[in-house]
């Protein structure tokens, strides 16, 4: 599976001394274009910390709209609006001391899988959430193109 993984400029330093040892993980956004994974994500390091997660500062449509396609893939998720293919987010819960994947709900545990490998994650080191905001095309009856 291809993958556009896109190192983000604008997320502020965190405090990386904040972190239980050996988070390697990522945080960042994503989206399935079909079976390829479009990622943007950056180190914990790196994310924007507030008083309870550490999160990418990226949105799904700053991505959609600065992305300059190159494959297939980038020049069909381009072709519709950015809300219509299956989209999700990794954060860094620090009171939970675990990463939140959230998730749109038609996405298959194998994509999920495909999402945790590439963020650098362990199954026992998340936790998968729904959150209404995360609904594709096909999930979100109120979808218009």
Known sequence: MP???????????????MFR????????????VGMD???????????????ISIDHKGSHHDFWESL???????????????DAFPRGRVLFH???????IYRDRCLSDDQIRTV?????????DCDFE????????VCNPNFMD
Do not use: Q, W
Request: proline share 4%; net charge positive.
């Open 130 to 137: 729904y959150d209404a905001h995360y609904k594709c095309a």
């Open 21 to 32: 040892m050996g988070s390697s993980g990522l945080v960042g956004i994503y989206f399935f």
């Open 94 to 100: 620090l009171k939970r001391n675990k990463f939140i």
């Open 3 to 17: 993958i556009f993984l896109r190192m983000s400029r604008s997320m502020k330093t965190a405090n990386p001394g």
């Open 116 to 124: 945790m490998s590439n963020f650098g994650l362990r199954a026992e």
């Open 37 to 51: 994974i479009l990622i943007e994500a950056g180190p914990l390091s790196l994310g924007e910390k507030t008083e």
């Open 68 to 82: 300059t396609p190159n494959s297939a893939a980038e020049k069909k998720f381009k072709s519709r609006a950015y």
